[in-house]
Antibody
C-alpha cells in the first residue's frame, strides 16, 4: 500500500530555515512526483509546489518562489522541502502528496491521490 | 489560477439524512483529453486529506457507496446519501485540469 511518512514537528525562529522530509513506499517513486501543500491553523489548503520523482524538475508556487527548494533522493525514495527566511505566517501543517503531473504540457493535468500525515511547523520568536 | 468556490461553508446535518455540497470553478475543467480532473477529498479532524472521488464521479477504493460525485464543466456536486458520524470533517474540491492544482475553501460537515 502507498505510504508517505513525514518528519516530525519543528519549532523555528523567524528568519531561520526549515526542512521537511517525506519518505515514500508502496509504489515506484520515480513514476510519480511529490507535491507540497500547507494548511495554516484554521485555514484551507495552499499549494507550494511540485518536484518530479525522476528528473529533478520542479515547479514552485509564486508565493514561496525564492524561499523554497524541493529535492529528492531516489536512493531512499525521499522528497525534501526546504523553506528559508521563515516568518510567523509560515506557521502551518506541511503535507506532502503523491502527484502525477503531465508536465509536457505547461498546463497539463495533474492527479493528487495519497497524502502524508503532515508536519506541524511553528515559527515564533 | 483557477478559483474553486465551495458552498456552503458549513453544513449541519442529521445522522441518517442526506447531505449535498457544491463546487464551482472559474473556468471549465474539461481537459483537452476529454476528461475532467475534479476531485473530492475528505479531511477528518486531525487527519490528512483522503481522496474520495476522482474525475468527477469515480469513487476511490474503499470509499463507501453513500458518497457520490456529479457535475460537468464548471459545476460539481458531492452527495452523501445517509450521513454517518464518521463523515464529520471538511470536504475539499480540488481541480487538476489546469496547472497548478487549486483548492476550494472546504465545506465543514457537522452533526446537528
Amino acid at each position: 500500500q502507498v505510504q508517505l511518512v513525514q518528519s516530525g514537528a519543528e519549532v523555528k525562529k523567524p528568519g531561520a530555515s526549515m526542512r521537511v522530509s517525506c519518505e515514500a513506499s508502496g509504489y515506484t517513486f520515480t513514476s510519480y512526483g511529490i507535491g507540497w501543500v500547507r494548511q495554516a491553523p484554521g485555514r484551507g489548503l495552499e499549494w507550494l509546489g511540485w518536484i518530479s520523482g525522476h528528473n529533478d524538475k520542479t515547479n514552485y508556487a509564486q508565493k514561496v518562489q525564492g524561499r523554497v527548494t524541493m529535492t529528492t533522493d531516489t536512493s531512499t525514495n525521499t522528497a525534501y522541502m526546504e523553506l528559508s527566511a521563515l516568518r510567523s505566517d509560515d506557521t502551518a501543517v506541511y503535507y506532502c502528496a503523491r502527484v502525477d503531473w503531465y508536465y509536457y504540457d505547461p498546463n497539463g493535468y495533474s492527479e493528487i491521490d495519497y497524502w502524508g500525515p503532515g508536519t506541524p511547523v511553528t515559527v515564533s520568536s | 489560477d483557477v478559483v474553486m468556490t465551495q458552498s456552503p461553508l458549513s453544513l449541519p446535518v442529521t445522522l441518517g439524512q442526506p447531505a449535498s455540497m457544491s463546487c464551482r470553478s472559474s473556468q471549465s475543467l474539461v481537459y483537452s483529453d476529454g476528461d475532467t480532473y475534479l476531485n473530492w477529498f475528505q479531511q477528518r479532524p486531525g487527519q490528512s486529506p483522503r481522496r474520495l472521488i476522482y474525475k468527477v464521479s469515480n469513487r476511490d477504493s474503499g470509499v463507501p457507496d453513500r458518497f457520490s460525485g456529479s457535475g460537468s464543466g464548471t459545476e460539481f456536486t458531492l452527495k452523501i446519501s445517509r450521513v454517518e458520524a464518521e463523515d464529520v470533517g471538511v470536504y475539499y474540491c480540488i481541480q487538476g485540469s489546469w496547472w497548478p492544482p487549486t483548492f476550494g475553501l472546504g465545506t465543514r460537515v457537522e452533526i446537528k
